[in-house]
């Protein structure tokens, strides 16, 4: 099985940028779509966005269209999560997790989870 950790986490003020990775480790992630959800205070864990196994297809949440970007480096063994124009709402504690299967947007098709990093925005 594959070993998730995320990083990257941290305060940044509305407008700004951050950009998360995720490293796994014990099996290579091209073996798997990977996605990033995100859950704040409070809140259920929510579907941000998704990438299938070769990176051809991603998926993307309504409320982060257009500012979040995923990427993947199977070379690297890591997947990215490229955040911009980042708002106080999207402050939450945001997780990588890998699916079997194809790009999902929901929680069960996902297998494996990282610790999560915590994302805080300021206004």
């Known amino acids: 099985q594959v070993q998730l950790a995320e990083s990257g986490g941290g305060l940044v003020q509305a407008g700004g940028s951050l950009r998360l990775s995720c490293a796994a480790s014990g099996r290579a992630v091209s073996s798997y779509a990977m996605g990033w959800f995100r859950q704040a205070p409070g809140k259920e864990r929510e579907f941000v966005i998704g990438?299938?196994?070769?990176?051809?297809?991603?998926q993307n949440a309504d409320s982060v269209k257009g500012r979040f970007t995923i990427s993947r480096d199977n070379a690297k063994n890591t997947v990215y999560l490229q955040m911009n124009s980042l708002k106080p709402e999207d402050t939450a504690v945001y997780y990588c997790?890998?699916?079997?299967?194809?790009?999902?947007?929901?929680?069960?098709?996902?297998?494996?989870w990282g610790q999560g990093t915590q994302v805080t925005v300021s206004s």
């Open positions: 990438i299938s196994r070769s990176g051809g297809i991603t």
């Open positions: 997790a890998a699916a079997n299967l194809g790009v999902a947007t929901s929680r069960g098709a996902y297998r494996y």
